[in-house]
């Protein structure tokens, strides 16, 4: 994945004894450095990369999204406490902004979490309507167990569309196999509203059938910029869809 015309520099120790086994390295190739430290014990072992970075010129990949960035710095721990399960946290920062990181991986269940602070979503989507976001999500999959229930949350703390900074979004949502379950609720001081959506898969035709309803309950549309009756000052309603079948 490194760029064929570039020189690669490793340095490496290394401690052994009875037990266990320490090493850390330096890598270095055309402006990018990595700092990796390994330890490996009978209790655990663990993986670190401290003050590392990369430029993507560098790399021998075409991701458009990166392409472009200048440096792409980032640090992390990965602990193993047994065989079977994992740990990691770290950080990784961009000209997009800085994405805050954890990940779970154990034998009934993996979970990640993500901290996103004033990340440039729309120069990242390529979409100009869209400027910073910054909020968490979650993710957590089970495995093992009778009812397989996974569940993925948002947060938004703040997202800038069409020239207004929207607050305070949380969508969580609950999925199986044949299963899909998911709320949304907004309190934004000019938009407050929920929904819900509810899906099933079918076993005679393998078709995911459910519905939607949900409630405005105030919406400025003028200070969201949003193009209608300049006469409106609100609007609220509610709604509910029916009999909808998703292939």
Not at 25 to 33: A, L, Q, Y
Not at 75 to 88: G, I, M, T, Y
Not at 90 to 99: M, N
Request: with cysteine.
């Amino acid at each position: 994945y490194i760029t064929d015309s570039l020189d690669l520099d490793l340095s490496l120790s290394m401690h052994i004894n009875k037990d266990s086994l320490i090493t850390d390295s330096k890598i270095k190739f055309g402006s990018s450095e990595m700092n990796l430290s390994f330890s490996n014990s009978k209790e655990e072992s663990i993986l670190t990369f401290n003050n590392s970075f990369f430029c993507p010129k560098d790399l021998a990949v075409n991701i458009p999204q990166i392409e472009h960035l200048d440096t792409v710095r980032f640090a992390f721990n990965v602990l193993r406490p047994s065989k079977q399960d994992s740990l990691a946290h770290g950080y990784l920062e961009t000209d997009y902004g800085l994405i805050d990181f954890h990940f779970d991986n154990y034998r009934s269940w993996n979970g990640i979490n993500l901290n996103v602070t004033n990340f440039k979503l729309g120069d990242f989507l390529n979409i100009s309507s869209i400027g910073d976001f910054s909020g968490k999500m979650n993710l957590n999959e089970f495995r093992g167990t009778i009812q397989e229930k996974n569940n993925f949350t948002v947060l938004i703390d703040s997202l800038d569309y069409n020239d207004y900074v929207y607050n305070n979004i949380e969508i969580e949502s609950f999925f199986l196999s044949n299963y899909f379950d998911c709320s949304i609720n907004i309190d934004d001081q000019n938009l407050q509203s929920e929904f819900s959506l509810k899906f099933k898969k079918t076993s005679q035709d393998s078709i995911y059938r459910g519905f939607v309803n949900g409630s405005v309950d105030y919406v400025d549309l003028i200070d969201l910029n949003v193009p209608f009756n300049q006469s409106l000052d609100y609007i609220s309603t509610n709604f509910e869809i029916t009999n909808i079948n998703l292939l």
